[in-house]
């Protein structure tokens, strides 16, 4: 159980074109997931938390306007990175915690969204 | 400096030896979280220790946290080669936010 799934696994595209990451969780309910980012042999930045039905809350120095976050139901969160620019190449990872679980705490993470703009 | 800070950067070891990392941090937590991450792949729960919780066990896997120290431990007993992986610590503050250590790099030469 608690599997959560990212669509695609990678992706290459030109700069000036957005692209979408789809993180789901497959066998259970999210109100809340998160959205990292993580550039080769760092670690993991928080970028923003994504609550179902309302809007995201972005971390200090990440642009809003682009990632785009949308978290429509319980089990779909989507990130578009608008405009891409090759700074924006990075493995975007997303969690997800089960609402009803009595691990609340644990989060449960996706395989990663390689993404590499030329 | 950031929150959850991990040592050593990188430590390698031979199959069998035991394996020691450590995690620092600079505010009060809910919980701190130990993951483990392959190469170029996504993160992998490990273990879960409360702020009210000294030790935790899980299989070959021990973690301590000293909340007057704000710092934790990770230790894996009888390492594998298949435990070569990049390791996390991350801590749990409000609003569920995790906050991610710099990671330890662990190979295990067979």
């Known amino acids: 159980g608690a599997v959560v799934s990212q669509h695609p696994s990678w992706v290459i595209c030109k700069s000036g074109t957005s692209v979408k990451i789809e993180c789901r969780s497959l066998d259970f309910q999210a109100t809340t997931m998160f959205w990292y980012r993580q550039f080769p042999k760092q670690s993991l930045m928080l970028m923003a938390t994504?609550?179902?039905?309302?809007?995201?809350?972005?971390e200090q120095g990440v642009e809003k306007d682009k990632f785009l976050i949308n978290h429509a139901s319980l089990t779909l969160s989507t990130l578009t990175v608008t405009s891409a620019h090759p700074e924006d190449s990075s493995f975007y990872i997303c969690?997800?915690?089960?609402?009803?679980?009595?691990?609340?705490?644990?989060?449960?993470f996706g395989p990663g969204t390689r993404l590499l703009v030329l | 400096s950031q929150q959850g800070e991990e040592d050593p950067q990188a430590l390698s070891i031979q199959e069998g030896e035991n394996a020691t990392m450590n995690c620092s941090y600079k505010?009060?937590?809910?919980?701190l979280q130990w993951y483990r991450q392959n190469s170029g792949r996504g993160l992998v729960h490990l273990i879960l220790i409360r702020s009210n919780e000294r030790e935790k066990h899980s299989g070959r896997l021990r973690v301590t946290l000293d909340t007057s120290k704000k710092s934790s431990s990770l230790l894996i007993t009888a390492s594998r080669a298949a435990d070569t992986a990049s390791y996390f610590c991350?801590?749990?503050?409000?609003?569920?936010?995790?906050?991610f250590g710099e990671g330890t790099q662990l190979t295990v030469n067979p």
């Open positions: 969690s997800a915690r089960d609402l009803f679980t009595v691990s609340q705490e644990t989060q449960y």
């Open positions: 994504s609550n179902e039905g309302s809007k995201a809350t972005y």
């Open positions: 991350a801590t749990e503050t409000s609003g569920s936010r995790l906050t």
């Open positions: 505010t009060s937590i809910n919980n």
